[in-house]
């Protein structure tokens, strides 16, 4: 599948055009719904099926419980501000149940998969009376699934998965060939805050791809903490991604001058242009200190904070 665009001669404009077209023309006069999750394609793609769709577009937040600190009211206020109604669907019983007991990652990512498409968007889209869902599928999601790297939980078409038949609705996919970088400048275009169209990727799966093993309430807690100290100390690093990820397995550690048997904490932060390949950010050895000393004296149980210098490949940007 080639990406529509060579390097810095891609037009935004031009493709913003296309695509609302295009959403109109399959939509006609039925309806539609859309997944925002406050990350950068998924937020590119509310805007694009709202300018399509207007009235005729229903945007939901689903609280799926592995989500970063407020995320889904602050998004929800931010769309609203926009000019999109967006409901929130609290969701997070069913995500946990459905990870209960799972750590393998690729059953992990699968049990996500279809508590979001065939449980939870499969009743929204039965109640609504919608015949299509719109999401951020993009070209490095489809490389990876594709190239069994690792199943991208938002990837159907590409392995041969009929969604009208398996879940009862057609999935439209504007972004598909575009990679990050492309999609940032559309969603500048289309008049999204900065704070939208330029934050660091998030994964579908969200804080579940940061569990190293079960995913439980609490451990997704511990993550979230170290989440939002990473994202305040980072703030102005220009990198491309970075994140927390809690290890399975407890470590030594002291305070006060005796043992502390606690969790570790991994950090990885990303250079990278659209992340086929990714170089770990030469961060400062003070930023670092600040980071560690931060997290284990702030996220309770943390005793040891790791930071990872692996390239992409071998590595992937995250952990699971």
Known sequence: MGEIRIENHFNAQHFIVKQIQSISDKVQNGYAINALSGGVDSSVVTMLGHRALENKLKTYFIDNGLMRQDEPEKIASMFNDLGVKVEIIDAKEKFFNALKGLTD??????????????????????????????QGTILTDVDETVAGVKRQHNVFEQLGIDTQKEFGYKILEPLVQLRKDSVRKVGKELGLPEFLYDRPPFPGPALATRVIGEVTPEKVETVRRATSILEHELKDINAFQYLAILHNDRVTGMRGGKRDYGLQIELRCWDSVDARTATPTDLPYQTKDNLAKRITSEVPGVVSVTYNITSKPTSTIEAI
């Open 105 to 134: 990652p690729e059953e992990k990512r699968e049990a996500v998969t279809q508590t979001f498409y065939k449980d939870v968007f499969g009743k929204l889209v039965r109640e609504s009376g919608a015949k299509y869902l719109l």
